[in-house]
């Protein structure tokens, strides 16, 4: 141990740029570099807890929320304890390709100092393209379960070599259906690994797989009972679907935020609500199912490098956005699901940072705003808007009240009602008239 300190001490004598905190958590020089020039100067919990004993080779069970830098906490030790002269050595799943390719460039920023090589599989693109990726022999892969079964069972994906397995966003693999492949890959690793598994939730099903294929596993916890992140500002605004777009431009005209995602529940309301901003002369781009996975890759490329400032995205094309500059979260549509609220809300306020979150309710959706207040245990604040007032309903088509002076057939005999006709029943006989469109 006191050698330890010693090597630490000449270290940061010799580079006193590079960040101690990690130092003294048992990360290199050569990702030392890589962090300090990505401005990395304290670890995160998370990160805090988990690089010790990952690096000393233990399994570990890690909650943490999204948001709270994870992908370093496993990745470091991991790129760390890679042999760089052999081939594949380490496999990350996740459960979307957006993910994917996030975790695959946070990697690849980590060591940048190095000659380790960090390749994405994933669904959506040329089996091809992803199998010359592959002939550069890569050190750690990421992929999505389907695609990495897939190549396990080409024969092109060679585990005889790992050392190393991490499950990232256990919660959300499972929920999506991922079960079996998962049990599948697992189960085909037969040689001696270091497994971590990494969590928003731990669920049953969770531990139960940990049981089964982790060896005495660390357990670790760094989620707070508060289910929000404190930085973020939470209000709600009253409005109507036909007043919804007219206050999103007064909210991003007021607020002008840096980098904004906005949140609909249907793919249907993505595609009207970008059409609409773009011809407001508002820099937006769209993400959703319909989108070709080439087409999603450049609308993220674009939301990266700050090309477009605000994202109208669907909640299961946002998985795996991790952007830590998002200043904003305007939820167009609350969603059904109070879980969804949280996770829409956690891409803002990361690491640090404080973050605003916007919800637009209508007069018939307290319900759903109860719920989430009750999931969240905090009351979020209504909120008002200058300039912004409900416009009026439109006009009920007019009702036509019987003249009062109308006979009764009662008492007047002459006046003859007219019957409608009894109303025939559909069956093999009869057949609905289509209306013409005209």
Same mark, same amino acid.
């Given at each position: ?32 570099? !890589? ?21 000393? !080779?233990?399994?570990?069970? !890690?909650?943490? /929320? ?277 996770? /829409? ?41 200058? !300039? ?34 009894? /109303? ?15």
């Amino acid at each position: 141990m006191a050698e330890q300190h010693v090597r630490r001490y000449l270290l940061m004598q010799k580079h006193p740029d590079l960040p101690e905190a990690f130092a003294e958590l048992g990360i290199e020089v050569h990702f030392l570099k !890589g962090l300090a020039k990505l401005n990395f100067v304290q670890p995160s919990d998370i990160q805090r807890v988990m690089i010790p004993p990952a690096l000393a !080779g233990r399994d570990i069970l !890690g909650q943490a /929320r999204t948001g709270t830098g994870k992908t370093a906490a496993f990745g470091l030790p991991i790129l760390q304890n890679i042999d760089p002269s052999a081939r594949l050595q380490a496999i990350c799943l996740v459960p979307t390709r957006e993910l994917a390719v996030q975790v695959t460039a946070e990697l690849s920023r980590l060591s940048q100092c190095t000659d380790l090589h960090i390749v994405a599989i994933y669904g959506g693109q040329k089996v091809a393209t992803q199998l010359h990726q592959l002939g550069r022999k890569p050190h750690f892969v990421v992929g999505t379960p389907g695609r990495v079964l897939d190549f396990i069972q080409r024969g092109v994906l060679q585990l005889g070599l790992l050392k190393f397995v991490v499950l990232d966003e256990v919660d959300r693999m499972l929920d999506i259906g991922f079960r079996d492949d998962i049990r599948n890959i697992l189960s085909r690793i037969r040689v001696e690994h270091q497994t971590i598994f990494v969590s928003a939730t731990i669920e049953d099903e969770i531990r139960r797989l940990a049981k089964r294929y982790m060896n005495d596993p660390a357990e670790l916890n760094v989620s707070r009972d508060h289910m929000t992140v404190d930085a973020v500002d939470q209000s709600y605004i009253t409005a109507e679907p036909r007043d919804k777009y007219r206050l999103l431009r007064l909210v991003l005209k007021q607020e002008d935020p840096p980098i904004c995602i906005v949140f609909c529940n249907t793919k249907a309301v993505a595609r009207k609500i970008t059409k609409k901003l773009h011809a407001d002369n508002i820099n937006a781009m769209e993400i959703h199912g319909d989108l070709a996975q080439r087409q999603r890759d450049r609308v993220m490329a674009s939301f990266r490098s700050h090309k477009i400032n605000v994202l109208v995205a669907t909640d299961l094309a946002a998985r795996g956005i991790d952007v830590s500059e998002i200043s904003h979260i305007i939820n167009y549509d609350i969603p059904q699901d109070p879980e969804v609220y949280v996770h /829409r809300i956690g891409r803002t306020a990361r690491m640090g940072a404080r973050g605003v979150a916007i919800t637009f309710v209508g007069n018939d959706q307290g319900k759903e705003l109860t719920n989430v207040e009750m999931l969240i245990n905090e009351q979020i604040r209504h909120r008002e808007v200058n !300039g912004f007032r409900p416009s009026q309903p439109p006009p009920s088509a007019p009702t036509h009240d019987a003249p009062s002076s109308a006979p009764s057939s009662a008492t007047d005999t002459s006046v003859k009602t007219k019957t409608s006709p009894p /109303r025939q029943t559909l069956g093999s006989k009869f057949k609905t008239r289509r209306r013409r469109r005209l």
